[in-house]
């Protein structure tokens, strides 16, 4: 049987760190999408994004030095017309609320069959939203419930994040581009607001909250095969 062409208009960026999962993602849709675009963390997403105005991204949660939720927060100002597609191993419901309190369109995890994360792409482009079934039971009873403690600014979560994955205040302000005094000055802000004293109960918060599972200094290691600073 013939197989159709692939579609030569949309442009598709997957955001994804664990290269196997991204290689075999991007030849999947390689066969359905002629413009696939791979890349490893939020912040590269964001670059990217800006340059090739993509009509889609399918964007994992958990991504070192900007996690999928705070880039798709991003993205909603700064490219609103690019649709976000979640596509993540994270069946909390919770995650789902967030994400889609962040500007996602749709919600798809990452166990789901091809079939299932096409039909959530084209539901998405044509201006719909898809919530995988897995999950779509459990989300009305979690976005019903308030979100409990202090409210973080988007720049305090990314601040946050980069702390619990390892990065020192000279890191966290190169990556932000902000100065040393400024970086040092949101720690302490965050943990004022969250009546936190250490480095380790801010990691364990960021934890606990989604905010961040990885760890940085470990992928800067395998990205760049050398120690770091």
């Known amino acids: 049987m013939k197989r159709d062409a692939p579609d030569r208009t949309t442009r598709i960026v997957i955001a994804e760190d664990h290269t196997l999962m991204a290689a075999g ?3 999947l849709l390689e066969d359905q999408f002629e413009f696939v675009t791979v890349v490893g963390n939020g912040r590269e997403l964001l670059d990217t994004v800006a340059v090739l105005k993509p009509h889609i ?7 070192p030095l900007l996690n999928g939720i705070e880039a798709t927060r991003r993205l ?5 017309a690019t649709k976000v597609v979640i596509l993540t191993a994270h069946n909390e419901p919770q995650y789902l609320v967030e994400a889609f309190r962040a500007g996602a ?13 096409m039909i959530a792409i084209r539901c998405v482009l044509a201006g719909q939203t898809y919530v995988t079934p897995m999950v779509a039971d459990q989300v009305a009873e979690t976005a019903r419930k308030p979100v409990p403690g ?6 305090q979560r990314e601040v946050l994040q980069l702390l619990a994955e390892g990065c020192t205040a000279k890191e966290i302000a190169n990556v932000l581009k902000l100065s040393v005094k400024t970086a040092v000055y949101h720690k302490t802000s965050i943990m004022e607001k969250l009546g936190l004293h250490t480095t380790a109960e801010l990691t364990r918060c960021a934890l606990e909250h989604g905010i961040s599972t990885t760890t940085y200094q470990l992928w800067a290691k395998a990205a760049t095969n050398s120690p770091s600073c």
């Not at 991204?57 to 991504?63: R, T």
């Not at 369109?105 to 994360?117: C, T, W, Y």
């Open 76 to 80: 909603g100002k700064t490219s609103p």
């Open 25 to 27: 993602l991007s030849k």
């Open 150 to 155: 202090p409210t973080l600014t988007s720049r």
């Open 57 to 63: 991204v399918l964007v994992d949660i958990v991504m």
């Open 105 to 117: 369109s749709g919600f798809v995890l990452k166990r789901s069959a091809l079939s299932e994360l």
